[in-house]
Every structure is written in C-alpha cells, then in structure tokens.
C-alpha cells in the first residue's frame, strides 16, 4: 500500500464505525438470501456457505446498503471453489477461489460481469494463499477503487468502470459446482448512517 492509499485509509477508518456481520443471535438477521436458503448457515460464528443438493448457488446480500467501507475477516475453503465478495452489485466482484471461465485460481482478482473478464490480476496471491486453512482478508472500497490485502499482502488496486456509488455487500456461492467456503470475523466499516 502506497502512502497515499495509507493515509486515506487511516482518515477514512477514524471517520466510520464498525459493525460486525456475524450476529451474535447465531442467525443470519443481518442478511438477506438470494437462492436455496440451504446454501448458507451460520453456527460458532462462522458463515458457510454450500450448494444444495441440484448444486444451485446462492448469494448471501447485506441488509444494509454502503458507499464506502472497508471489509475485514477471513475465509476459508479447500478444492475447487468458486466464490467470491460482491461489491455494491452482482457485477464487481473479487473472485475467491477458481474461475469456471479461466478454470484457474483467480483469488483477489476482480471480476467484472459488464466485461465478461477479470480486467487485471491480483499480485502474488500463490505466495500468501492458504488451502484448507483461514486467510485473512481486508477490502478496502473508496469510490470506483478497490484494494484487497490477503494475510497482510496487498494483491489488488484496481478502478471499476462499472462501480456504481451504494449497494450491499454479497458473498457467493457458484452454480454448478459442488463446493463449500467458511467466513467468520467478518467486520465492516463504514460512514455514519
């Protein structure tokens, strides 16, 4: 992360509040669910996410809608996996896990459904990716930018064309696979409603 980016990321943090995702009723309250309801649970903190039984996806969407925010916590996940964390829509996305278009690991990249493609990289994602253990992550979203940091490497700067200025925040589980990711210490912060 460059000095700029730094700076602009502390004078963002000290202006926000944080709310965590995870409710501490143990139920997905804070959450609204597109597809099978039986593609997401909750349980010990931690969200995971499957297919059902036909291998439908779902997407878990944020009750609350953001402008900027910065997004923390740690996924995890093992096999062939295709996941990911939507950003204010289903077009822009950070991709976690394998692309069934490129079918190679594409975590950290940003995929941009208007595109049809990942418009750039992330950086040496191999170097810090865990399989089968957690990874911490922090997305860091200020306008049409994106920084994703993974187990405390930045691997993504990127600008969206297709950014648009509010929405939720959803996490994925593809059709068409079968597969199973874990979220849990998930915190966003964000400006004063």
Not at 4 to 21: D, N
Not at 114 to 131: F, Q
Not at 153 to 177: M, R
């Amino acid at each position: 992360m460059n000095i700029r980016t730094t700076i602009a990321a502390l004078l963002f943090a000290t202006s926000a509040y944080a709310q965590s995702l995870i409710s501490a009723d143990g139920t997905l309250s804070n959450w609204d669910i597109k597809g099978p309801e039986i593609c997401w649970s909750l349980k010990d903190g931690i969200i995971t996410g499957v297919n059902d039984p036909g291998k439908k996806g779902g997407i878990l969407w944020t009750k609350a809608k953001y402008r900027d925010f910065t997004l923390t916590g740690e996924f995890k996940f093992s096999g062939k996996i295709d996941s990911g964390i939507f950003i204010r829509r289903e077009g822009d996305q950070i991709q976690i896990g394998i692309s069934g278009s490129l079918k190679r690991d594409m975590t950290g990249s940003p995929y941009i459904a208007d595109k049809r493609s990942y418009p750039v990289e992330a950086k040496d994602v191999a170097t810090v990716l865990k399989t089968d253990d957690w990874n911490a992550f922090t997305l860091v979203v200020k306008g049409k930018q994106y920084i994703f940091h993974l187990n405390g490497k930045q691997v993504l700067d990127y600008t969206s064309e297709t950014a648009i200025e509010e929405g939720p925040i959803g996490l994925q589980v593809h059709p068409g696979v079968v597969m199973k990711v874990e979220f849990q210490k998930l915190v966003v912060a964000a400006d004063k409603p």
